[in-house]
C-alpha cells in the first residue's frame, strides 16, 4: 500500500498522480489531502507531492516514471 500526500489545486501532485497511474498503482495508492491532520501539513507543507510506502521509505517530488518504479521494486 503507498500514500500520496498531495493538496487541492496542487499541479505537481497531478503530475504524481499520473505517474502513480501509468506505474499501474494507482488501486494500491491511497491520496491524503495534507490540509486534512496537522501534523501532515507540518511534514509535507513544502515537499508535496510525497509518496510513502508501508515500510515508511518517502519519494519526493520530482521523480520520473522510471524513478518510480526502481523506488517500488526496491521496496
Same mark, same amino acid.
Given at each position: 500500500?503507498?500514500? &500520496? /500526500?498531495h493538496t487541492?489545486?496542487?499541479? =505537481?501532485? %497531478?503530475?504524481?498522480?499520473?505517474?502513480?497511474?501509468?506505474?499501474?498503482?494507482?488501486?494500491?495508492?491511497?491520496?491524503?489531502? $495534507?490540509?486534512?491532520e496537522e501534523a501532515w501539513?507540518?511534514?509535507?507543507?513544502?515537499? $508535496?507531492?510525497?509518496?510513502?510506502?508501508?515500510?515508511?521509505? %518517502?519519494?519526493?517530488?520530482? /521523480?520520473? &516514471?522510471?524513478? &518510480?518504479?526502481?523506488? =517500488?521494486?526496491?521496496?
Amino acid at each position: 500500500m503507498l500514500t &500520496l /500526500f498531495h493538496t487541492d489545486g496542487c499541479h =505537481l501532485c %497531478e503530475q504524481a498522480w499520473t505517474l502513480v497511474e501509468q506505474a499501474g498503482m494507482a488501486a494500491q495508492t491511497r491520496r491524503c489531502d $495534507i490540509l486534512e491532520e496537522e501534523a501532515w501539513l507540518e511534514a509535507y507543507r513544502v515537499r $508535496i507531492p510525497v509518496l510513502q510506502d508501508s515500510a515508511g521509505r %518517502e519519494l519526493g517530488w520530482p /521523480f520520473t &516514471l522510471g524513478e &518510480l518504479q526502481g523506488w =517500488l521494486v526496491q521496496g
